[in-house]
């Protein structure tokens, strides 16, 4: 039998609270740390942000005073493990070195969840974002070694390859077409669910991080680009969370959230390769057994229903960070052209000339300056051509192949 949060004894609430020296971390070594350790550090950040988010959201909208009491107790608990997880990143990473982590997060973590994923709706969802994560990688690393004269594979390592994705330029779609259709509560596979709420999670903190590091560069062409995959990153967030049912429960949703953390604690414990960091992992993972017990208990007080009827006898495939270039290679190879059209996706040539999407084009990218164009054509203009990293042979889509051009 594999592991079960519902039948573990975590640590009791009134223990979890902890003092500054404890959530004061030292930081991972940026120069020796594996990259995979970092992208987990900052998967989980997001993960613990969103719980935060829904957990704020439930007590808005509750108005039951001890059952806000509790909320507010495992609000602040996880408030400090966010502290205890996110204070883990160097502050010697410049904010161009910590974006290409996000991006690895973006781009490892969506391929795996696709390769793994049940449902197919889901999976075809997970595809047509992971080649705009892919691009954004693309367009950040020779945005850095253009301003920093830095190595972008310093970050990656030769764990996930750099080159053209789905351009960004052509992945602005109208807000209407952003939206997919939703899993089923009652029928969906658990992982299903869990991937669900984990490329919100990632994907959401990868939105409110460029949001706020947008305006702290001075360089125009730096702005410019985390102005514009800000955007995409809104249009990724609206795209996943749609997926998920919305007539599932406030405390449905309470279980699930604390059961994800649970599955994803454990993911990172399993695959972690420094110490020190795992010890963060199972310290979180104790705790996050016991906000599951919680969460089971208000269910069953609140709705009648037992935790057990909802959740398998064991965690189901973990979720772990592993190279995926064959499998990115696939999809880019199959699905580069494809653009959505209200819930579905087709080819950008099947498009009537009067479709949503080249009005929309037109609109966002007038007058004809695009950040992301601008930081490959400048590149090229200093440095001769673009950057990559392409360890697996050259671009699997030919008209890709060209380094001293910029994409479109």
Known sequence: MGFNPLEEKGTPIDKQFRNWQEMNVMPIDKESADPYTRTR????????????????????????????????????????????????????????????GYEQVAVDLTAYLARTEPDPNVKAALDFALLEDFDHLYRYANLMEMLENKRPEKIVGDLTEIMPGRPTISEHIHPFDTLRMHYDRNTADILTKLHVLTIVSGEQQTMNYYMNVGPSFIEHIARGLYLEIAQIEEQHVSHYESLADPNESWFERLLLHEYNECYMYYSCLTSESDQRVRAVWQRNLEDEVEHLRIAADLLMKNEGRDARELLPDELPQLTIFQSNKAYVRQVLASQIDLTADETEYVPVSELPKDARFFRFQKMVNADGYVPSQAVIEEHIQNKGRDYRLETEGSHPVERLRDRNAAAA
């Open 41 to 100: 550090v900052i998967l989980m950040n997001g993960i613990e942000i969103e719980g935060q988010i829904f957990n704020r959201q439930f007590s808005r909208h509750c108005n039951d005073h001890e059952l806000k009491k509790q909320l507010a107790a495992t609000r602040r608990i996880e408030q400090q493990q966010q502290k205890h997880v996110n204070w883990l990143l160097s502050g010697e990473e410049s904010t161009l070195e910590v974006t290409l």
